[in-house]
């Protein structure tokens, strides 16, 4: 009995090595392999959605990017057969570097925390140099973690937090302000559920 009591606390003892061994590993080989795969865009709507939205299918998708040490920044742009209803989404996810200021970080400090929205960074959000300077951000309810629309004298976009990725989507076309951000928030919600 003794001899049995003996072999299964060596087994015990092997196992709980092994465990602290392989978790030893796998934290080591986690940081060997870098940063996530950048997510493709152009998988995240489908031409259908896309038609549902501005009534015309996808004629063509072009895919760019740029990974960075801070942010990986994927970007499609989904052309329709009029190209000015043609829709761009925009992911961005942390970084390849350790240490630097995470997705969420930037995110607070560009719009402010759920808490605090009155201290973000008014009208220095966007991609381009119209959507600096135009509205402040607008807070929207019901997508994502937290959603903010940034309109411009030309439309806008939304921009959309969930986990450690953000999206951006801007709808071009005719439409007024309130449409374009109806648009936006309905792709955002199909996007979302792929992402």
Not at 43 to 56: F, W
């Amino acid at each position: 009995m003794a001899a049995r009591t003996c072999a299964y606390a060596g087994f015990v003892s092997l196992i709980c090595s092994l465990t602290i061994a392989l978790t030893g590993c796998s934290k080591s080989r986690n940081r060997l392999e870098g940063p996530a795969r950048p997510v493709d865009p152009c998988v995240l709507l489908t031409s259908d959605e896309i038609k549902s939205v501005q009534g015309e299918a996808v004629q063509s998708t072009k895919a760019g990017g740029n990974v960075g040490a801070e942010f990986i920044v994927s970007q499609c742009y989904f052309t329709t057969a009029t190209p000015v209803n043609s829709v761009v989404l925009t992911v961005t996810q942390n970084g390849t570097a350790n240490g630097g200021p995470s997705l969420r970080e930037f995110w607070k400090q560009t719009f402010g925390g759920k808490d605090d929205s009155e201290e973000r960074h008014e009208g220095k959000v966007g991609n381009n140099e119209e959507e600096r300077e135009g509205q402040k951000p607008e807070r929207i309810d019901g997508v994502g973690e937290e959603a903010f629309w940034v309109g411009n004298r030309v439309g806008g976009a939304l921009y959309v937090l969930k986990g450690n990725s953000h999206l951006r989507i801007s709808v071009g076309g005719k439409d007024d302000q309130p449409t374009k951000l109806k648009k936006s928030k309905a792709l955002a919600e199909m996007a979302l559920k792929r992402l």
